[in-house]
């Protein structure tokens, strides 16, 4: 099936270093979504992209929609210790609201993120 | 506004038994979807309901996954005869209209298949 491929798999950084973490598919996707997961919860979303080179930011967070559609990328700013969690990419093949598979994203097997105060 | 609601948050089962998990979106959501998640991995799309109608389900969802959705509202997902490899993270999700994509997931339900 369809995969998206995420780097790094893990980082290991000092609080208030900036993080940049990425996701790649070999397809085209239409809508590409970031999502953080602390342990024992369900992912939150925190950016969603729906154009192609699309830059939106979220507080310290910035994330990209790559203009080739196959890519996307996520930076933090100044990491703080609750930065800790895993981050996933996920997309969408859809277009627009209707026919194909229009729930349905594809996740990436996350980056987890450990910051040292 | 009190989220996702999963219930139970975990259950340790035998092989070959029955569970049934279930799932209240926010009140004014139409959509409701169920993801599986494996230790390491990300969330695997299991199937999604638009009001009562289920209305794509995966591969991953064989003979023994069934998810119902009556009246629209909660939805409940039964695995039958579980296996060992069954075992992982059910989360459920819900999103309004015209917001397909960034949906609200819920805690989930952690079952362990011993």
């Known amino acids: 099936g369809q995969q998206l491929n995420q780097s790094p798999q893990s980082m290991f950084i000092q609080e208030g270093e900036d993080v940049s973490m990425n996701c790649t598919s070999s397809s085209i996707f239409n809508t590409w979504l970031w999502y953080k997961q602390e342990p024992g919860e369900g992912p939150v979303l925190l950016i969603a992209?729906?154009?192609?080179?699309e830059l939106t930011s979220n507080g310290r967070l910035t994330a990209q929609f790559g203009i080739t559609r196959k890519d996307s990328f996520l930076n933090i700013s100044a990491s703080i210790p609750s930065d800790v969690g895993i981050y996933f990419c996920?997309?969408?093949?859809?277009?627009?609201?209707?026919?194909?598979?229009?729930?349905?994203?594809?996740f990436g097997k996350g980056t987890k993120l450990s910051v040292k105060p | 506004d009190t989220g996702v609601s999963q219930d139970p948050r975990h259950k340790i089962t035998k092989r070959g038994q029955n569970v049934t998990f279930r799932c209240d979106p926010i009140?004014?959501?139409?959509?409701l979807y169920w993801y599986r998640q494996t230790l390491g991995q990300g969330p695997e799309f299991l199937t999604y309901f638009q009001n009562e109608a289920q209305l794509e389900k995966s591969r991953l969802l064989s003979d023994r996954f069934s998810a119902e959705r009556p009246k629209g509202s909660f939805s409940t997902l039964e695995i039958q005869r579980t296996e060992q490899g069954d075992s992982a993270m059910y989360l459920c999700a819900s999103s309004a209209p015209g917001q397909v994509y960034g949906y609200t997931f819920g805690s989930g339900t952690r079952l362990t298949v011993v």
């Open positions: 992209l729906y154009k192609a080179g």
């Open positions: 996920a997309g969408s093949q859809a277009v627009g609201n209707y026919g194909g598979s229009q729930g349905n994203l594809i």
């Open positions: 009140s004014e959501h139409n959509r």
